[in-house]
Structure formats: C-alpha cells, structure tokens
C-alpha cells in the first residue's frame, strides 16, 4: 500500500510542474522517436538489400578468371582468361550437387534496330542462366542448348533494352543489329529492377556465350562460370570441389596460387549487406546518442528539482517518509518521464519513418521487437539517469532539508 | 489532566563537530513534559533551543543522555524508526509553514497518512483532513493552493498537518515568526484551544509576550536550563481577539 501511495505522490509532483514535465519527457521522445525512425530506415535498407542478393539466385558460385602478368604489368581479375570452355564442361560432368552451368561472356556493344540505336552490355551465357539468375521471360522463349553448340545468332532482352531500340513495338522475332550482326530477338525477359551497385539489370542483351565469343566479345575464354548447387548445404564442398578440379587442370602445383576465384552467393550477399549492417548501426548509434542525451535531460531536472525541493523532501521527511520513500518517489517520476516519452516517441518514431518512406520512397522495417526494446531501454534511462539524483534527495539530512532556503 | 508523563529527557547532551570544533549545543538537560502541558521553550539564539526542538521532534539523536517518548526510549533508533516515530507520535509546525506549493490544503493535510503503516483509502483520508481543516476554521477552503492563503490560513493548514495522525505532542518552531500580531494571537487561540482538549503543546519561541500564552516556561542558555516556571499572568487569546473585535466595533 505504501507503494502506491507512493506513485501517488510521484504523481501529484509531476502534475504541479506540468511544462517541465512535459519539456523533459521531449527529450525521451525525441531520442526514442530517433532511434525507432533510424533503425527502421537501417533495417529497410538492409531487407532491400538481401531481396536484391536473392534476385541473383539461389545457391551460386561464381567462379572468375584470375588476372596475369605479362612483361611485368597485371592485368585484374578475369584478365587472365583462364577459364576455358572445357573447364566448365568439366565441372558440369565432375561435380555431383551442380545442378546449372552458366559460362560467362560479358563485353559491351552498340546495338540498332530500325532508326534506333542503344549502347548495352551483352552477355554471353548458357541456357541454364535464366535458371540460375531465377530470371524467367516476360515473353517469348530464351535460346536453347542447339543456339550454344551452332553458335546461333538469337538473343534475349532485357525490359529497358526493348523499350529503349523497339518502343512499344513487340520485339519477338524482330532483328536486332550487335555490332552490325543481325540477331533475331527470341524473348524478352521480365523487369528485375536496380543491382545492388545500381545498374540497371534490364538493360542488357543475352545471347549464346558461343555467339557471343564468335560475333561481338571475340576470343575464346570465359570471364565467370556461374554454377548453381542443389542445396546450401552443398556451397562449401562444391567449391572445394571445383577449385581441387580446376587447379588439377590448369596444372597448378601445390603452394602456388589459383588462377582463378570462386566465390559463392553467400559472400557476396555478406559482403554487400555488411555494408547495410554498418548504416544500420551508424544510424542506430546516432539515434542512441540522442536518447542518451534525453535521459541526461531526465537527470539534470532531476537535480533541479531536488535542489528544488529541499524544504518539501525535508517536510516530508519530518511528518514520516523513510529515505527509501523518497527515493522510489524521485525514481517513480523519472522513470514515469521516461517511459510515457519513450511510448509518445514510439508513436513519433513510427509516424517519421512512414512520413520517410513515402517522401522519399526509403523502405522502413519496425520490427515489434525494436519497440518493445525501444521502450524498455527509455524506462532504463529513467532508473538510470533518476536513481542518482533520487538517492541524493534520500541522503538529506531532514533538519538542514528543513532549514534550506 | 496530569494523567502521566509524554516527555522524559534524562541529562541529555548534543555534540556538533563542525570541522576541527567541537560544539556543545545542549550540555546536560534533565526535562519531564506532562501530558496536557503547554510548554514554551525560550532563550537567544544560540541558546540551544532549537537543537533541544530537534532532539525533542526526533530529528536528531542526542550524543550521550537519554529520552524517552511516551515511556519509549527514542534515544538510539535509527533513521527510519525515527521516521516512524515522528509519524505515528509527532506533530510539527513550522515557523515558514513548509506546505507544498501548488497543492491544495487537503493534500497538503493529508502527507503524514500517506507515510502512515496503516494506509487509508483516498476516501478516508479526504474525509479526516476536511473534518481537521474544518476544526481549525478553514471549511470551505479544501481546495485551496498554499499561495491562495493568507499567512495565518497558512500556519492553519499546517498545524491540521500535525494534527492529522492524532500526535502525543505537537511540536510548533516559531510558529508566529513570520505573521503579524493579529494573526499570531489567531494562532494562540487555536494552540490554547487544542490544549484544553488535551493535546499536549511544546512551542520554541524567543518573544516573552509569545510565551506567556503558554502555561510553563522553560528558559534555555548556553545548552542548560536557566529557568523553568509556570506562567504567572496567563494570556487568553480568545479574550484578547474579543475586546480588539470589540474596539474595532467602538
């Protein structure tokens, strides 16, 4: 009983000074508002990122050619032109849990159709790519195992691609000239939107790596071998199993380095949603500064008030109240403060990342459990930063309490 | 109405150490209150008056001696069980009120039950503070914040402050030090009012006109008893506040 007694009287205290209250609680809303609205907006980002690493398949590796040096001058990854086409045959034959092999040829070219014409990447690739990338066909059907062994000259392309050389024609079975090369369109493939490094995934050109070697790239290496796994699981033993296999056949000894890389899609994904992570954390690390800085608020009233209030803590000291009394009533109006701010912060803090989001189209995730937190670390504050001023209005001594002007 | 002793001090010393000097407030008082009694305690200041008002309010330990409070001796308990004494067995008025700011007179009457080990309802304690507020003439001013009162309307609320938990003594510190002489025989009415009901009364003041509405006075100096007598010429309040009504009727 003594206890509510005691809330009552924290309550009576913080309704007899209704602007301060107010202004101190602002301090907790804002910095909860913060933290909420910037881990949101982190934790956005970061889903955005993933949903993009999924988009580049499930379970790949890619495995680059290395670079060289020729008269003293290294060329960088893919220079090398290590990988053959026989190396990729070999790892579709050898390695058991492959389920796709995609050989990669990529380059650049001016491209033209009609009175159009267009810069693109082209890619040279298997037809196991649009399994690998998970990317299927808006319409039209992709290039077969027959386009790779003939060398055919038949391409798939991107959305923006089509828009930007046939308008709103149809491109199916229209002829699109690659450097000059009349190709026929077989397909068009569906939007997929930015890459994480913000190019435009659809606008590109994908043709039979054969053709893409005989007609638009030349040479015949491969930059990338895309391989795809049956499960997970199978990631780390694939791998191994590619590199002992394309060591043993570019006849590297032991101790010498790969002239090759093999990276799996689990990597990739790590490396680019390290970055998210790290905003994520700025972000949050930002927003916790500035809840730190509303419970330092709390604190500061806090002491104002006891300073404030000496003659009162000394009058209730005198007709009764232990010092444990007044310390659980400091505590109850701190931690009151605190927590009602960091419940109106929520709300802030929810309002702002929508307001974002829609202003500036940024993707906010507020998990339930970063509110729940959120409101537990603002009433943490409030015993935190209340207990030491609560403690000192408890160490009065009630005779000069009383006696304090 | 002398049914027994309320206060016993027994040769009660108080040491202060304030920094390296060792000062000796109260230096051997021997003093017993009867229940019923209305004592005022005098002296200069520095007499040792104010230190003998703590140590009898149990805001303070005397260093050597002892005291004991309705036949309990309070001499050696700690600051909660002080605490609990001055809440169950204490009443005190101060000389500068010590309300609550912005806080009606009922809540204000109200603050020693809500640290009482028996808790009431809000309902009964609403009701006990209006029945005391209304028994020292403030009905109707329930509501009322400190700065909506007069002085005197002020020291009123107080002393139905230190009336609420039903005190064996009510302990006043100057009680009319910041009011003026109407004002301050208005508050020695209410003390002699509550005396012939019983409640026992020890006032600290330094004014002799004050004092001698009392019925005893214990005169301090140096931390000793100087002088402790019954009042010869006895003021009455009531009678005084009567014939001033009366000249202002002239």
Redesign the interface.
Known sequence: MRVTSTINVAFRALRRNKLRSALTALGIIIGVGAVIAMVGIGSGAKAQVEAQIASLGQNVIVISSGSTTSSGIRTGWGGAGTLKIEDAEAIRREVPSVIGVSEEVPSTAQIAAGNQNWFTRVMGESPDYFDIRQWPLAEGAPFTAQDVRSANKVCVIGQTTATQVFGNDDPVGQTLRIKNVPFIVSGVLTPKGLSIQGTDQDDVVVMPYSSAMKRVAGGTTLRNINVQVANASDLEPAEQQITSLLRQRHNIRAGRDDDFTVRNQQEIAEAATATADVMAGLLGAIAGVSLVVGGIGIMNIMLVSVTERTREIGTRMAVGAHGRDILTQFLIEAVSLSSVGGLLGIILGIVASKILSAIKHWPSLISPGSIVLAFLFSAAVGIFFGFYPARKAAALDPIEALRYE | MNNGTVVKLIDVHKTYLTGEVEVQAVRGVSLEIQRGEFVALMGASGSGKSTLM?LL?C??RPTRGQYLLDNTDVSHLN??QL??I???KLG?V?QSF??????SAR?NVE??L???RH?LSNHQLRERADRILASVGLQGREEHHPSQLSGGQQQRVAIA?ALINDPEVLLADEPTGNLDSRTSIEIMGIFQQLNERGITIVMVTHESDIAAYARRNVVLRDGLVLNDFAVAERRNAADELGRRSDGVMD
């Open positions: 703590n309010g805001l303070d600051r909660d605490a609990d001055r809440n169950g005190f101060f010590n309300l609550l700011p912005r806080t809540e603050l020693p809500l640290y009482a808790a402050r």
